[in-house]
T-cell receptor, first 115, second 113 residues
Framework: AQSVSQHNHHVILSEAASLELGCNYS??????LFWYVQYPGQHLQLLLK??????LVKGIKGFEAEFIKSKFSFNLRKPSVQWSDTAEYFC?????????????FGQGTTLQVKP | DAGVIQSPRHEVTEMGQEVTLRCKPI?????LFWYRQTMMRGLELLIY????????DSGMPEDRFSAKMPNASFSTLKIQPSEPRDSAVYFC???????????FGSGTRLTVV
């Protein structure tokens, strides 16, 4: 069965520090990969997505992610975090045919940025 | 576009009562998903529809849960009877088949006391 694993459950950083959140998935075929962010008390919003092509994907708010197929990874990065980045971050995968439909989420990583 | 609209935003009910959650997907989207979010289990896919037809309901926890999509613009998730362990935030999401991004609604926070 497909699964998504996020290594860091809770990350605490100071403003201006660099961020990298790990994400690994288990599926050997074609995948579509996503990172979502959930600010406190709000719904999930799409940060970025990877379908094909350049494995380095740039998203909103200065976030980027790199797809490394050999490592089944899709890590999220940001060079310099801000207090407003405090949120929960979810990695998700939609595996197989584009019409499969199911989006499987990781357990999430809570990011706390100290001002 | 108003996005995915869910109602109510908050629901507090007593154990044993019937609860109905509602969702209006984005117009033109042909997939609709119901997710449940809890601290213990994270985000769980309960059921999803394609063109109003339920495709996969393997995530529905038990027979107390049912979901319908009578038309392309409306879906309901019903819990009858409700139990305290059903307390969670329930999200609805929709997507268009040729666009792989999912748009989530604001969620319904359900508390069963």
């Amino acid at each position: 069965a497909q699964s998504v694993s996020q290594h860091n459950h809770h990350v605490i950083l100071s403003e201006a520090a660099s961020l990298e959140l790990g994400c690994n998935y288990s599926y050997g075929g074609t995948v579509n990969l996503f990172w979502y962010v959930q600010y406190p008390g709000q719904h999930l919003q799409l940060l970025l997505k990877y379908f094909s092509g350049d494995p380095l994907v740039k998203g909103i708010k200065g976030f980027e992610a790199e797809f490394i197929k050999s490592k089944f990874s899709f890590n999220l990065r940001k060079p310099s975090v801000q207090w407003s980045d405090t949120a929960e971050y979810f990695c998700a995968v939609n595996a197989g045919s584009s019409n499969t439909g199911k989006l499987i989420f990781g357990q999430g990583t809570t990011l706390q940025v100290k001002p | 576009d108003a996005g995915v609209i869910q109602s109510p935003r908050h629901e507090v009910t007593e154990m044993g009562q019937e609860v109905t959650l509602r969702c209006k997907p984005i117009s033109g989207h042909d997939y609709l998903f119901w997710y449940r979010q809890t601290m213990m289990r994270g985000l769980e896919l309960l059921i999803y529809f394609n063109n109003n037809v339920p495709i996969d309901d393997s995530g529905m926890p038990e027979d107390r849960f049912s979901a319908k999509m009578p038309n392309a613009s409306f879906s309901t998730l019903k819990i009858q009877p409700s139990e305290p362990r059903d307390s969670a935030v329930y999200f609805c999401a929709s997507r268009f088949r040729r666009y792989y991004g999912y748009t989530f609604g604001s969620g319904t926070r359900l508390t069963v006391v």
